[in-house]
């Protein structure tokens, strides 16, 4: 009770700040601009923002000071959504779940196997003028995407060996609730059971459920490994993170200082993905000291099996199919670019 107070006092403030002078103020007139995220602190995530802060600060620091508010100070994703939409905060870190509900653009990232594994995801959110049209899409909103972070691929992690999608049958998996996710799983024989992040370990532990899906750190950071000692390198799908900004200060920056804080988004990314890399390397060290298995399966029938999902989700949403061939271009110039520096560094 007394932390749902501070939070509830913490959001009243937050707002009264912004009412009285469009967003809070420190000192003698800096502004204060707030960031919510539900990650704790040293989570890569969090480790971008502060870089983010940084840049901000260093340039701009006699007008503007960033503050952080991890862990869901500011409330969940979806009440700090609404703040951000009335400009009692100014960013948010939101999954593309989340922003799905404001438009349906988002869904597109919840298409098993849309990337080429992790290069091809990276080819596809470095290309600004396609991104740039994703982030647009939630204007009438009053807000805007300004860069995202990587949060892995995600993977099944079971209590039983998997060697093959016909080991998959008959299991019982958690999964995020989503149409989309539930469809993945039944495609594979499964069952799909959705639930909250906070309740897969004892889910696991009972045996309620035989496996979930995540990236290589939840076996770590929430335990799973203990209950689900096999992790299977399936790369289903990969989603990111989203930094999005209230419009209204976004339009409100001069020329000088939006530069400052585009190049800020910008650092953060590139400072979030270099901590991404190094937490997973960690992560599956502690994992293998946990005693967890890594099992690399054939995906390629993983991948065939979800292909009526491709056009049952692009048949479900028109606007999406432009969207869709677009990422499988990118992706296939990137791989093609490479293959041809390849074929120079042979030439000399």
Not at 86 to 110: H, K, M, P, R
Request: aromatic residues 8%; hydrophobic residues 40%.
């Amino acid at each position: 009770m007394r932390v749902a107070k501070l939070v509830t006092m913490l959001m009243v403030c937050v707002s009264a700040s912004v009412s009285i002078s469009g967003c809070g103020m420190v000192g003698e007139g800096k502004k204060i601009i707030h960031i919510s995220n539900g990650q704790p602190m040293t989570h890569p995530v969090n480790v971008g923002l502060q870089a983010f802060k940084e840049h901000v600060e260093s340039e701009l620091g006699d007008k503007y000071e960033v503050k952080i508010y991890p862990n869901e100070l500011l409330g969940a994703t979806s009440k700090a959504m609404e703040l951000l939409q009335t400009g009692a905060i100014e960013y948010v870190v939101a999954n593309t779940s989340n922003l799905e509900t404001f438009d349906n653009i988002y869904q597109i990232f919840s298409i098993p196997y849309l990337f080429d594994g992790q290069e091809g995801f990276y080819s596809v959110m470095a290309d600004d003028d396609f991104m740039t049209g994703i982030y647009e899409s939630t204007d009438r909103s009053g807000f805007r995407a300004v860069t995202w972070y990587d949060l892995g691929v995600r993977n099944f992690y079971v209590n039983k060996p998997v060697h093959g999608m016909e080991d998959m049958k008959g299991m019982k998996i958690r999964v995020q609730p989503s149409p989309t996710n539930v469809r993945m799983i039944e495609l594979l024989g499964a069952a799909a059971v959705p639930m909250g992040y906070g309740e897969v370990y004892s889910a696991l532990q009972q045996g309620v459920i035989d496996g979930a899906e995540n990236s290589e750190m939840a076996l770590t950071t929430m335990k799973h490994g203990e209950v689900a000692p096999y992790f299977i390198y399936d790369q289903h799908q990969i989603m990111p993170d989203l930094l999005v900004c209230n419009l209204k200060f976004l339009n409100g920056l001069s020329p000088e200082e939006r530069e400052v804080f585009d190049e800020a988004a910008r650092i953060s990314t590139q400072v979030e993905v270099e901590a991404w890399e190094k937490e997973i390397q960690v992560a599956k060290e502690q994992s293998i000291e946990m005693g967890v298995e890594f099992i690399d399966v054939d995906m390629e029938p993983f991948r065939e099996a979800m292909q009526p999902l491709h056009g049952e989700v692009l048949d479900g949403n028109p606007k999406l199919k432009p969207i869709y061939d677009e990422i499988q271009a990118i992706q296939k110039m990137a791989l093609e670019d490479e293959e041809g520096e390849g074929e120079d560094e042979k030439d000399s």
